[in-house]
């Protein structure tokens, strides 16, 4: 499978990992760019891409930024993925600020999403 990881850190990195030691091909991307991902890419077989480039993976997409950079990602691209695409959910109130639609009870998958 193609799949493009969107976020680096902790949950991102491990996932590259896992998949590219399944045999996947994998791109991972953060909102640094590409050569700020040297040593992850070299720890984990991942390719190191752009954000556009890795919200352009063919069969998965996964999202693993804090919600407060959710408002940066390329919308046009990922509204015409054919792809799936998986949040990881990474809402901490104490990091990205309070945001009420997840505080009223909507997921924080479904606030990506919308």
Do not use: C
């Amino acid at each position: 499978m193609e799949i493009g990881i969107i976020g680096s850190g902790n949950i991102g990195s491990t996932l590259a990992g896992y998949l590219t030691a399944l045999g996947h091909q994998v791109m991972i991307a953060n909102s640094r760019g590409p050569k700020s991902l040297g040593d992850i890419a070299a720890k984990t077989g991942a390719t190191a891409v752009t954000t556009e480039a890795a919200a352009g993976a063919e069969d998965l997409i996964i999202i693993a930024i804090p919600n407060k950079a959710i408002v940066n990602l390329p919308k046009e691209i990922l509204s015409a993925s054919k792809a799936t695409i998986v949040d990881a959910g990474n809402y901490y109130p104490s990091r990205d600020g309070q945001i009420d639609d997840i505080q009223g009870g909507l997921t924080d998958s479904e606030w990506v999403a919308k």
